[in-house]
């Protein structure tokens, strides 16, 4: 059943999420613990600062992948099933976004880590690759003009979700994509948005670390 199938490939979806890459890859290769270096978190910026970007590129990557894997996993458990709930036809689109928000939560709270994880914006933009490629393209590139110009991965982060958010807005009202793409992209930036706030506040009092400083 449908149902059965949704609650599978969201735990799934986690469970993927929650492959803690940069803690592994810490682990392996500097023999470190990265939750206990500069920021505590898994994530690719953590990764950088403490490891070099070869390393970074690395997590980046293979985080992506969680979000990618989560879709493609999805599509294929659901295929072709649906059901209707009222007018609305409930199948493969709401079980992909489905399964990638809960790689992006995964990723930020793994099981397999204590629950200490990254916050979820590398997951996320490999959901949208999966999910509508064009979407992660321009937040991607809005994250690294904003990392760019300000030198802070943090304002780039946010900068880049809240740029794939906006064009999915006029892209699903005006243009007929589906609505369930527009529900990932909302619901997926407030995540990360929410997992910013410490980085938010610094911003405002200015005493965000730039992403070229080193882990402390």
Same mark, same amino acid.
């Given at each position: 059943?449908? =149902?059965?199938?949704?609650?599978?490939?969201?735990?799934?979806?986690?469970?993927?999420?929650?492959?803690?890459? *940069?803690?592994?890859?810490?682990?392996?290769?500097?023999?470190?613990? =990265? +939750? !206990?270096?500069?920021?505590?978190? !898994?994530?690719?910026? %953590?990764?950088?600062?403490?490891?070099?970007?070869?390393?970074?590129?690395?997590?980046?990557?293979?985080?992506?992948?969680?979000?990618? !894997?989560?879709?493609?996993?999805?599509?294929?458990?659901v295929g072709h #099933?649906?059901?209707?709930?009222?007018?609305?036809?409930?199948? =493969?689109?709401?079980?992909?976004?489905?399964a990638a928000l809960?790689?992006?939560?995964?990723?930020?709270?793994?099981?397999?880590?204590?629950?200490?994880?990254?916050?979820?914006?590398?997951?996320?933009?490999?959901?949208?690759?999966?999910?509508?490629?064009?979407?992660? &393209?321009? *937040? #991607?590139?809005?994250?690294?003009?904003?990392?760019?110009?300000?030198?802070?991965?943090?304002?780039?982060?946010?900068?880049?979700?809240?740029?794939?958010?906006?064009?999915?807005?006029?892209?699903?009202?005006? %243009?007929?994509?589906?609505?369930?793409?527009?529900?990932?992209?909302?619901?997926?930036? +407030?995540?990360?948005? &929410?997992?910013?706030?410490?980085? =938010?506040?610094?911003? &405002?009092? *200015?005493?965000?670390?730039?992403?070229?400083?080193?882990?402390?």
């Amino acid at each position: 059943m449908l =149902i059965t199938e949704l609650i599978f490939v969201t735990i799934a979806g986690y469970l993927i999420g929650s492959i803690p890459f *940069g803690y592994l890859i810490a682990r392996r290769k500097a023999k470190i613990d =990265i +939750t !206990t270096q500069g920021s505590g978190r !898994t994530g690719a910026t %953590n990764v950088l600062r403490t490891l070099g970007r070869k390393m970074a590129a690395l997590v980046a990557f293979l985080d992506m992948l969680k979000g990618v !894997t989560a879709v493609l996993l999805a599509g294929v458990v659901v295929g072709h #099933g649906y059901m209707l709930v009222g007018d609305y036809h409930l199948g =493969i689109l709401m079980a992909q976004v489905m399964a990638a928000l809960a790689a992006v939560i995964g990723h930020i709270y793994p099981v397999f880590n204590q629950f200490k994880g990254g916050r979820g914006v590398a997951t996320y933009f490999g959901g949208f690759i999966a999910l509508y490629p064009l979407a992660a &393209i321009f *937040g #991607g590139e809005v994250f690294i003009i904003g990392v760019g110009l300000t030198g802070f991965a943090s304002l780039g982060s946010l900068a880049g979700v809240a740029g794939a958010y906006a064009i999915m807005i006029p892209l699903s009202l005006n %243009n007929g994509l589906p609505m369930e793409y527009l529900v990932y992209a909302l619901l997926g930036s +407030t995540i990360i948005i &929410i997992m910013h706030r410490d980085n =938010i506040q610094r911003l &405002i009092a *200015g005493k965000e670390r730039r992403i070229s400083e080193k882990a402390r």
